[in-house]
């Protein structure tokens, strides 16, 4: 079997038949030629909603890496939400989502299918006595992050999906912040992987976009038929700078993680900084259970600032090599303010996150011109 990085440059990107080209072509394409009225030619491609030779290289390498038999590209992480939940719940289900998920998640959770007869319960999925107890009888699934976002939770896969599977529900963990190279979901008993392909799949903070993968053959087809149905694509030029991105995710996340590591430890020992929430810490609750299931420990690191909400702005104000600016996990660094950005949604409701909590996306630059840049905005602070 093909190893991680093998699959990410080879997985359905044979060189084109017709010319000899190594790297997928773009096919612009709105619609195919038939071969009769109703005859779809052998290719299998007749309007481009429904499926795109481009779009079809991407999901066979995003299923590959994922260890999956289907992967469902979209226009992105919040479109994969989006259709995945019209599948899997009805008016009057219920659905367990983290106590600190991302914002859109949450955004859409309560504000679209609550609308729609659809309840849900938040709970830290790092505290299974609580996850089995947040379980109801019209609990149809748990929508699990791990790490999460922002506070960098983590939940034990294999636990979650016998908790899921035992009360008959459906766990889908959404894989967004670790990446396909650092968890495999699905071998630890996950029924569907989420991705916002935008962040570390992308990596070049220059697309949208996101995926499903899954080995269930009927779920992989009412998604497929939800996803025709609601026109939620990416385009092909998408597609095609989503995969040639994931070509170098192994070599960028051995660098993401080797910058984190070091950011948290700098972090975890500065006077200024409250606490660090990074798995990679022996101090993190979920180490053990991280160290378990992850290749590494990732990019993502948070912190809470001594001084309150005022210290965390002025530390996302004076950073100059982290840049100030939502989304993440691509190769430049980012600093944000979390309960005024990517999680103002959750203002005010049982999510809300600490208002003095900064959120690095940490890239792969040098090393020590990142960990100069937080001294120095630290030290500003004062």
Same mark, same amino acid.
């Given at each position: 079997?093909?190893?991680?990085?093998?699959?990410?440059? &080879?997985?359905?990107?044979?060189?084109?038949?017709?010319?000899?080209?190594?790297?997928?072509?773009?096919?612009?394409?709105?619609?195919?030629?038939?071969?009769? =009225?109703? %005859?779809?030619?052998?290719? %299998?491609?007749?309007?481009?909603?429904?499926? !795109?030779? +481009?779009? *079809?290289?991407?999901?066979?390498?995003?299923?590959?890496?994922?260890?999956?038999?289907?992967?469902?590209?979209?226009?992105?992480?919040?479109?994969? +939400?989006?259709? /995945?939940?019209?599948?899997?719940?009805?008016?009057?289900?219920?659905?367990?989502?983290?106590?600190?998920?991302?914002?859109?998640?949450?955004?859409?959770?309560?504000?679209?299918?609550?609308?729609?007869?659809?309840?849900?319960?938040?709970?830290?999925? %790092?505290?299974?006595?609580? $996850? @089995?107890?947040?379980? @109801?009888?019209?609990?149809?699934? $748990?929508?699990?992050?791990?790490?999460?976002?922002?506070?960098?939770?983590?939940?034990?896969?294999?636990?979650?999906?016998?908790?899921?599977?035992?009360?008959?529900?459906?766990?889908? =963990?959404?894989? +967004?912040?670790?990446?396909?190279? /650092?968890?495999?979901?699905?071998?630890?008993?996950?029924?569907?992987?989420? &991705?916002?392909?935008?962040?570390?799949?992308?990596?070049?903070?220059?697309?949208?976009?996101?995926? $499903? =993968?899954?080995?269930?053959?009927?779920?992989?087809?009412?998604?497929?038929? +939800?996803? !025709?149905?609601?026109?939620?694509?990416?385009?092909?030029?998408?597609?095609? /700078?989503?995969?040639?991105?994931?070509?170098?995710?192994?070599?960028?996340?051995?660098?993401?993680?080797?910058?984190?590591?070091?950011?948290?430890?700098?972090?975890?020992?500065?006077?200024?900084?409250?606490?660090?929430?990074?798995?990679?810490?022996?101090?993190?609750?979920?180490?053990?259970?991280?160290?378990?299931?992850?290749?590494?420990?990732?990019?993502?690191?948070?912190?809470?600032? =001594?001084?309150?909400?005022?210290?965390?702005? @002025?530390?996302?104000?004076? *950073?100059?090599?982290? *840049?100030?600016?939502?989304?993440?996990?691509? #190769?430049?660094?980012?600093?944000?303010?979390?309960?005024?950005?990517?999680?103002?949604?959750?203002?005010?409701?049982?999510?809300? #996150?600490?208002? !003095? /909590?900064?959120?690095?996306? #940490?890239?792969?630059?040098?090393?020590?011109?990142?960990?100069?840049? $937080?001294?120095?905005?630290?030290?500003?602070?004062?």
């Amino acid at each position: 079997m093909p190893g991680f990085s093998t699959n990410a440059i &080879h997985a359905g990107q044979e060189p084109d038949p017709h010319t000899g080209a190594v790297i997928t072509p773009i096919h612009p394409s709105s619609t195919y030629v038939q071969d009769g =009225v109703g %005859g779809v030619r052998a290719g %299998g491609y007749e309007y481009s909603r429904s499926a !795109n030779p +481009t779009r *079809t290289a991407l999901q066979e390498c995003l299923a590959a890496l994922e260890g999956g038999r289907h992967g469902v590209a979209f226009g992105s992480g919040m479109g994969a +939400t989006d259709v /995945l939940m019209r599948v899997l719940l009805k008016p009057g289900d219920h659905v367990v989502i983290p106590h600190d998920a991302y914002g859109g998640t949450f955004r859409i959770v309560d504000k679209v299918l609550a609308r729609w007869g659809v309840r849900y319960t938040p709970v830290d999925f %790092g505290d299974l006595a609580a $996850l @089995r107890a947040a379980v @109801r009888p019209e609990t149809k699934l $748990l929508w699990c992050e791990t790490p999460t976002n922002p506070l960098l939770g983590i939940a034990d896969i294999a636990a979650a999906a016998d908790v899921a599977h035992t009360a008959g529900a459906r766990l889908v =963990v959404d894989n +967004t912040f670790a990446s396909p190279y /650092l968890q495999a979901p699905l071998a630890l008993g996950a029924d569907v992987v989420l &991705h916002s392909t935008t962040k570390y799949v992308g990596g070049h903070s220059d697309v949208v976009g996101g995926a $499903l =993968v899954t080995s269930d053959d009927e779920l992989a087809q009412e998604v497929t038929f +939800t996803q !025709n149905a609601t026109g939620s694509v990416p385009g092909p030029f998408d597609a095609w /700078l989503t995969l040639r991105g994931v070509k170098t995710l192994a070599l960028r996340m051995e660098r993401h993680s080797d910058n984190a590591e070091r950011v948290a430890d700098l972090l975890a020992g500065h006077p200024g900084v409250e606490q660090v929430f990074y798995p990679g810490l022996p101090s993190h609750p979920g180490h053990e259970v991280a160290a378990k299931q992850m290749r590494r420990f990732g990019g993502m690191v948070s912190f809470t600032a =001594v001084g309150g909400r005022e210290a965390a702005l @002025r530390i996302c104000a004076a *950073t100059r090599v982290f *840049t100030l600016a939502e989304s993440l996990g691509g #190769v430049e660094s980012l600093i944000e303010h979390p309960a005024a950005m990517t999680h103002l949604s959750v203002a005010g409701s049982e999510l809300e #996150v600490p208002d !003095n /909590l900064v959120r690095l996306s #940490v890239g792969i630059e040098d090393i020590e011109d990142l960990a100069d840049d $937080l001294r120095s905005a630290l030290s500003a602070v004062g």
